[in-house]
């Protein structure tokens, strides 16, 4: 199949490509192709990728392609001609044992114009085995599958951005020997000629393979240690979140490298950055209180004087360090493994456009994130147990605040020296502001697809400006305990 067939055929598939969650234009009723990437023929299926958008949406996407005259293994498969069936081709044997191998080959793909350029450093040998869905229906395609006795991860970026940050950051990581990220093993990325990068000098990233990260879901563990500790009144499992302390402060430490490239090297917070960062704060105030009720925006209105109080406390940041940070760190971007625990998806929060989701923010920040889904846990556990109970709501914030305070000594303990001399009775106050800034955002994001849900976050950034690490438990409780 030649590339204008090729092209006739993706522009015919509009209405079976557009309603993916990642495209923005659901109703598209044209699609127009940028770019096609023939990969190769085997039997009767073509194999190619290409880039493409939904006018009038901006956004350009990136899919591997498996074209064939019968349904073939792959994403989403469907008809899209007479004789011509598609699929996206991550789930397809064939496509996965040709991406690997030219990984390993160093191998380009593409004619005059774009140049797709397979690289790989360290891939384990042997055959790759049968792809596996891994996820549900996400903004990217993920496959696991076998390579040699080794498991891996093709990672496809359906919306590839020149500041997705997650593969520079993996990339480091790896060469650092990160023990808490997955290792970055190849990439595909595009160049406009061989030889060539695009955006000044950043790689536009379409996919990367992973070593794979094995263990079990972090939140619902957390989730079922608060069920535990507030329906038989007993401590939280201390251990588990000073080791996930642990495991934030060694990634930390090792973006906290003076030696690092420019992008990733620390650099010192200025009084623009506080400026900026107060500003985004407001703004997302008064995000929240458009996303809220009338009763609900009316108790957020009376917290203003003590959230203005807060940020006022941001004068004192200037001369810290700020990093590249994780960005959307929360527990259930974690996983518990025998070896501790994995860190993955480094791409941010879904709402950082641009060079905001390569923003070297405070460390504090992923702290402050992991922090608020303690809170979500607890308030989960809630739900599960059908609690209604004073003592039962007193018990989830008594293990909330425990649990928070194993997490933070464990980050002490393995954080950047730069954080740890600064002391715990300064590193408070940075947390408070950086859970009010995530609270604001959840409260938004909540309002917007979880409505129900709302009141977690309102409650929460109203106990933050309250000061949560103040909290102590009564001589009762004490003795209960």
Same mark, same amino acid.
């Given at each position: 199949m030649d590339a204008e067939r090729i &092209?006739?055929?993706?522009?015919? *598939?509009?209405?079976?490509?557009?309603?993916?969650?990642?495209?923005?234009?659901?109703?598209?009723?044209?699609?127009?192709?940028?770019?096609?990437?023939?990969?190769?023929?085997?039997?009767?299926?073509?194999?190619?990728?290409?880039?493409?958008?939904?006018?009038?949406?901006?956004? $350009?996407?990136?899919?591997?392609?498996?074209?064939?005259?019968?349904?073939?293994?792959?994403? &989403?498969?469907?008809?899209?001609?007479k004789g011509i069936y598609l699929a996206e081709a991550e789930l397809n044997p064939r496509f996965v044992r040709f991406a690997v191998e030219a990984m390993r080959g160093g191998a380009s793909s593409g004619g005059t114009g774009p140049v797709l350029h397979w690289t @790989?450093?360290?891939? #384990?040998?042997? =055959?790759? @085995?049968?792809?596996? =869905?891994?996820?549900?229906?996400?903004?990217?395609?993920v496959a696991s599958f076998t390579i040699g006795n080794k498991k891996a991860v093709l990672k496809?970026?359906?919306t590839p951005d020149l500041f997705n940050p997650e593969p520079e950051i993996l990339a480091f990581l790896s060469e650092k020997g990160s023990k808490v990220s997955p290792r970055v093993l190849g990439t595909v990325t595009l160049a406009e000629t061989a %030889?060539?990068?695009?955006? %000044?000098? =950043? *790689?536009?990233?379409?996919?990367?393979?992973?070593?794979?990260?094995?263990?079990?879901?972090?939140? #619902?563990?957390?989730? @079922?240690?608060?069920?535990?500790?507030?329906? $038989?009144?007993?401590?939280?499992?201390? /251990?588990?979140?000073?080791?996930?302390?642990?495991?934030? @402060?060694d990634l930390h430490h090792?973006?906290?490298?003076?030696g690092a490239p420019p992008d990733i090297r620390p650099?010192?917070?200025?009084?623009?950055?506080i400026d900026r960062w107060r500003s985004a704060m407001r703004a997302r105030f008064e995000d929240a209180l458009r996303a809220l009720d009338a009763d609900r925006a009316s108790r957020l209105v009376r917290s203003r004087d003590a959230f203005e109080a807060l940020l006022a406390g941001m004068n004192g940041w200037a001369g810290a360090r700020k990093i590249r940070t994780h960005q959307d760190l929360h527990l259930g971007?974690?996983?518990?493994? =025998?070896?501790?625990?994995?860190?993955?998806?480094y791409e941010g929060e879904p709402l950082r456009k641009g060079p905001e989701r390569i923003e070297k923010l405070p460390p504090e920040r992923d702290v402050a994130t992991l922090l608020r889904s303690f809170s979500y846990a607890a308030a989960v556990a809630l739900k599960e147990l059908k609690a209604g109970h004073a003592h039962e709501?007193?018990?989830?914030?008594?293990?909330?605040?425990?649990?928070?305070?194993?997490?933070?000594? %464990?980050?002490?303990?393995? /954080?950047?020296?730069?954080?740890?001399?600064?002391?715990?009775?300064?590193?408070?106050?940075?947390?408070?502001?950086?859970?009010?800034?995530?609270?604001?955002?959840?409260?938004?994001?909540?309002?917007?697809?979880?409505?129900?849900?709302? %009141?977690?976050?309102?409650?929460?950034?109203?106990?933050?400006?309250? +000061?949560?690490? *103040?909290?102590?438990? +009564?001589?009762?409780?004490?003795?209960?305990?």
């Open positions: &092209r006739s055929v993706l522009r015919a *598939s509009v209405s079976r490509l557009s309603p993916a969650r990642w495209s923005a234009n659901k109703d598209a009723d044209e699609l127009e192709v940028q770019a096609v990437f023939p990969l190769f023929e085997e039997a009767d299926e073509t194999f190619f990728a290409a880039l493409f958008s939904f006018p009038p949406e901006p956004a $350009c996407h990136f899919a591997p392609f498996v074209a064939s005259p019968r349904p073939a293994p792959g994403l &989403r498969p469907f008809e899209a001609g @790989g450093k360290d891939i #384990p040998p042997g =055959r790759t @085995g049968l792809p596996e =869905r891994l996820g549900g229906d996400t903004t990217n395609a496809s970026y359906r %030889g060539a990068k695009p955006g %000044g000098g =950043r *790689s536009l990233y379409l996919a990367v393979l992973l070593e794979f990260a094995g263990g079990v879901p972090a939140f #619902p563990a957390f989730v @079922g240690n608060a069920r535990r500790s507030i329906f $038989c009144n007993l401590p939280p499992h201390d /251990c588990i979140p000073a080791r996930l302390g642990i495991a934030i @402060g090792l973006l906290a490298t003076r650099e010192a917070i200025s009084a623009g950055d971007q974690v996983l518990i493994s =025998r070896g501790g625990f994995r860190l993955l998806d709501d007193e018990r989830a914030q008594r293990w909330e605040h425990d649990t928070a305070s194993s997490f933070i000594e %464990g980050y002490l303990s393995a /954080c950047p020296r730069s954080v740890r001399k600064r002391g715990k009775k300064r590193l408070l106050p940075a947390l408070r502001v950086w859970m009010a800034e995530k609270a604001l955002y959840e409260i938004a994001y909540e309002a917007k697809f979880r409505p129900d849900w709302v %009141g977690i976050p309102l409650e929460g950034l109203l106990g933050i400006l309250n +000061d949560p690490f *103040s909290r102590q438990p +009564d001589a009762s409780e004490a003795d209960q305990r």
